[in-house]
């Protein structure tokens, strides 16, 4: 807790306790005492006439910030297999690495048991090494297990940047490597830069960020983590400017992997794991693999959704009959899994995932920002709705406004024909 009472100095005026916002102090006897409720927000300290309040972090040493160096991507792998999303961030660690400076290297980090042949894949997608930890007691995901791994490999290394994939395992694990190194965590990023012009050049295209106290000229090379902020009604762009490493998580879906190399090399560094059993409070028993079938909206070229605009749970058949016909998988807005028509793992958007096909076909749904934050960077979007004035049609390639119940038949109809068309020339 960096914000603490001196009982020395405490006479107990409560006057603390006033200036509190959060109900953050009690009174224990005659004496304030601050509890968990506290967030560090400070008020306290000048609200108290006897000085008895005060920060333990205020006067902490400075860290040395160059003393930290290169990106780290947390190459996640689930049963020896590769997830996308480490892919995808080795590409984007590439990009940064190389506008910090030449000598700053993209590393990729293997944590597991036995996971010493996707360092192959790792290199080919843009490492230009892999820190390899590997253990027995880091063969399956614990919190504890790979916690005190990434926490003793970041000490010993000191990277730069550390960032990982927004996925279940990614969520669990950044925010405590970042609080057991004491520094910051910016989560659900959907951009990141490092020089101030690139950021500039960004912001001004692409946001409201107001960046007219930046100079382009700065040759910083801090990261810049923006995420969409206040359900997605604006963006934020979060700087970590005292302590190191800098982290981020990235949703899949979110970043580019680069075009793959075959047959690329590179260092391959064995870090000394001292992770015991008794490290682990949990233990992982069996591990059983969900009997539901789910849909990979992440990995689908070509995306259906459908939203509230179905009127019912049965208008989503009316949508698979148009995936199947496409060559897609089913995807939905927050509304239609709200409803109960459809589960939660085929939502996109900001709280469900995040998507780029070449083609999503929106189908009765407005166009809400949590649904675009998800969608938006699709290829080609084509949007059907009955209503000309639907958001949706802001950022659609192709709009066609109509009842989805006549216009997709219609759609289905026309593939048929064309099919058919094709074969017929074919034969
Ligand atoms: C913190 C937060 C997070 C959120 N996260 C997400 C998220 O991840 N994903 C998401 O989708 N939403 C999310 N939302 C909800 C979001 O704000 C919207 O409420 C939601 O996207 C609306 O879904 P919809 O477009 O299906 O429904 P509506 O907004 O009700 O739109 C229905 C559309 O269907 C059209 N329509 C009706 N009948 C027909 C017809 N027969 N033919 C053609 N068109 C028709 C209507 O004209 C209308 O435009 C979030 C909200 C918050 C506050």
């Given at each position: 807790m960096a914000i603490v009472v001196i009982k020395d100095k405490c006479?107990?005026?409560k006057l603390c306790i006033k200036a509190c916002p959060f109900g953050a102090i009690d009174m224990i006897g005659k004496l304030a005492e601050i509890n968990e409720k506290c967030t560090a927000c400070k008020q306290c300290i000048p609200a108290c006439p006897f000085d008895a309040i005060e920060d333990t972090e205020a006067n902490a040493e400075a860290v040395d910030l160059s003393a930290y160096k290169h990106i780290w991507v947390y190459a996640e792998q689930r049963g020896g297999k590769m997830m996308n999303v480490a892919l995808e961030l080795i590409?984007?660690?590439?990009?940064?690495?190389?506008?910090?400076?030449?000598?700053?290297?993209?590393?990729?980090?293997?944590?597991?048991?036995?996971?010493?042949?996707?360092?192959?894949?790792?290199?080919?997608?843009?490492?230009?090494?892999?820190?390899?930890?590997e253990?027995?007691?880091?063969?399956?995901?614990?919190?504890?297990?790979?916690t005190k791994a990434m926490v003793d490999a970041c000490k010993e290394y000191k990277p730069e940047i550390v960032i990982f994939g927004a996925t279940h395992i990614g969520r669990d694990l950044a925010p405590r490597v970042a609080a057991r190194l004491n520094t910051g965590l910016t989560a659900d990023c959907t951009r990141l830069d490092v020089r101030v012009s690139t950021y500039i050049?960004?912001?001004?295209?692409?946001?409201?960020?107001?960046?007219?106290?930046?100079?382009?000229?700065?040759?910083?090379?801090?990261?810049?983590?923006?995420?969409?902020?206040f359900g997605g009604n604006l963006m934020a762009t979060i700087i970590c400017p005292k302590t190191r490493p800098q982290m981020s998580t990235v949703r899949p879906g979110v970043m580019q992997k680069r075009e793959p190399v075959p047959g690329a090399?590179?260092?391959?560094?064995?870090?000394?794991?001292?992770?015991?059993?008794?490290?682990?409070?949990?233990?992982?028993?069996?591990?059983?693999?969900?009997?539901?079938?789910?849909?990979?909206?992440?990995?689908?070229?070509?995306?259906?959704?459908?939203?509230?605009?179905?009127?019912?749970?049965?208008?989503?058949?009316?949508?698979?009959?148009?995936?199947?016909?496409?060559?897609?998988?089913?995807?939905?807005s927050r509304a239609a899994v709200d409803s109960g028509w459809i589960d939660h793992s085929h939502q996109v958007g900001q709280t469900g995932t995040t998507v780029k096909p070449k083609i999503y076909f929106a189908c009765g749904i407005s166009g809400a920002i949590q649904h675009l934050?998800?969608?938006?960077?699709?290829?080609?979007?084509?949007?059907?709705?009955?209503?000309?004035?639907?958001?949706?049609?802001?950022?659609?390639?192709?709009?066609?406004?109509?009842?989805?119940?006549?216009?997709?038949?219609?759609?289905?109809?026309?593939?048929?024909?064309?099919?058919?068309?094709y074969d017929a020339s074919t034969k």
């Open positions: 006479k107990g005026c590409g984007e660690g590439y990009r940064l690495s190389r506008e910090i400076s030449d000598d700053t290297k993209v590393c990729a980090v293997l944590v597991g048991d036995k996971v010493d042949h996707l360092a192959k894949e790792c290199f080919e997608y843009g490492a230009d090494a892999v820190y390899l930890m253990d027995p007691n880091l063969k399956n995901f614990t919190t504890d297990g790979y050049d960004y912001a001004k295209k692409n946001t409201t960020l107001d960046t007219s106290s930046l100079d382009e000229n700065d040759p910083s090379t801090g990261l810049k983590q923006t995420r969409p902020a090399t590179g260092e391959i560094i064995k870090v000394a794991v001292d992770v015991k059993e008794s490290d682990i409070r949990t233990k992982v028993v069996e591990i059983v693999k969900s009997a539901k079938e789910l849909v990979s909206l992440t990995d689908a070229e070509i995306i259906c959704s459908g939203g509230r605009g179905l009127g019912d749970a049965s208008g989503f058949d009316l949508i698979k009959k148009l995936a199947d016909k496409v060559g897609g998988v089913v995807g939905s934050a998800g969608m938006q960077s699709s290829d080609i979007i084509v949007a059907i709705n009955k209503d000309p004035d639907a958001p949706i049609f802001e950022v659609a390639d192709y709009g066609i406004v109509g009842d989805l119940y006549k216009v997709i038949p219609q759609i289905i109809e026309e593939w048929d024909n064309a099919e058919k068309l």
